[in-house]
């Protein structure tokens, strides 16, 4: 079975703090995400890697940056975090190539900037 | 621009019958469409999925029909159960426009399966 696991559930933060959000897959997969879910906006991807080293912006990459060191860790990054980043935030992983289309998701981290 | 639109939020259906969960997409480039299923407190698990140039796809109680030209895909539940009760994203991949393996959900329909 896949796994991927996220450093914390629940995490309270104040407006200005630099937070780390930690995602660990277990399955070799090259494919790693962030995204954040919110009420009426469903899931939006924030970035994606395709491989150690590599990132991609997704669709609301402002106020956050990522970094991938290793192939099976994947960190989120808010510089400075906002209000308005208080979500729940969404790391998942697949396979590389056409046939990596399922997504494999943690099991999410509910942030909350004070 | 929401290129994914799940334009009910909330389903409520009785144990036994069908649920009918509807999603609609505008980019006709996509080429690959999935269904997610998600509980409070998880992450989304995946459910079914369905190729561009299917037309159905069945596994078990779960159905997924796509109707390309009208930029339609329905996921049919028979019979529903309780355990179905959960919040369940319609995602849909472009190869084509570069996207890879990058998915875009829709916003989700929260349903509810009654005894």
């Known amino acids: 079975d896949v796994k991927v696991t996220q450093s914390s559930r629940y995490l309270v933060k104040r407006t200005g703090e630099k937070v780390f959000l930690e995602c660990v897959q277990d399955m070799d997969h090259e494919n790693m995400f962030w995204y954040r879910q919110d009420p009426g906006l469903g899931l939006r991807l924030i970035y994606f890697s395709y491989d150690v080293k590599m990132k991609e912006k997704g669709d609301i990459p402002e106020g956050y940056s990522v970094s991938r060191e290793k192939k099976e860790r994947f960190s989120l990054i808010l510089e400075s975090a906002s209000t308005n980043q208080t979500s729940m935030y969404l790391c998942?992983?697949?396979?590389?190539?056409?046939?990596?289309?399922?997504?494999?998701f943690g099991p999410g981290t509910r942030l909350l900037v004070l | 621009d929401q290129q994914v639109k799940q334009n009910s939020p909330s389903l409520s259906v009785q144990e036994g019958r069908i649920s009918i969960l509807n999603c609609d997409y505008t980019?006709?480039?996509?080429?690959?469409f999935l269904w997610y299923k998600k509980y409070p407190a998880e992450g989304p698990t995946f459910l079914i999925s369905?190729?561009?140039?299917?037309d159905k796809n069945e596994d078990g109680r779960f159905t997924v029909f796509l109707n390309k030209s009208a930029k339609h895909l329905s996921l049919h539940i028979v019979p529903s159960q309780p355990g179905d009760s959960a919040v369940y994203f319609c995602a849909a991949r472009g190869i084509l426009t570069g996207g890879g393996n990058k998915l875009t959900f829709g916003t989700g329909t929260q349903l509810k399966v009654e005894l």
């Open positions: 369905i190729s561009s140039i299917k």
């Open positions: 980019n006709s480039m996509f080429d690959y």
């Open positions: 998942a992983s697949s396979l590389a190539g056409l046939v990596g289309e399922t997504q494999y």
